[in-house]
């Protein structure tokens, strides 16, 4: 018998933040910031960030720039800026960057 399964195409982000400790050493919020930041920062380097390769990337991007906006904040300030609300960041993060993506 097969068992009919959902998938769920997710990006980075999303992976990252549902299941940061399989990013990170200690499941934090920063550590998972952090990793996000080096593998945006490692690929535009090395510039292979295009459209067609790395689309999470420029999403990711893009969502940091939409954040600061909504909060009226730098770019890092407004990452920074989740990890000092009340209440799971995860889930935060979460929530806004589906706010995010639902307005594309």
């Known amino acids: 018998m097969y068992m009919e399964a959902e998938i769920r195409l997710i990006d980075l982000f999303e992976a990252v933040m549902e299941r940061p400790y399989f990013y990170t050493l200690g499941s934090s919020y920063a550590e998972a910031i952090a990793y996000l930041e ?3 920062n ?3 380097c090395h510039k292979i960030a295009s459209d067609d390769y790395f ?3 420029k999403k990711y991007q893009e969502f940091k720039i939409w954040l600061a906006d909504k909060f009226r904040l730098e770019e ?3 990452l920074k800026s989740l990890s000092e609300q009340p209440g799971d960041v995860f889930h935060i993060s979460l929530k806004l960057y589906k706010e995010f993506k639902d307005a594309l």
């Open 38 to 40: 080096g593998y945006q």
């Open 76 to 78: 890092k300030a407004a």
């Open 42 to 44: 490692g690929a535009c």
């Open 55 to 57: 689309p999470d990337i």
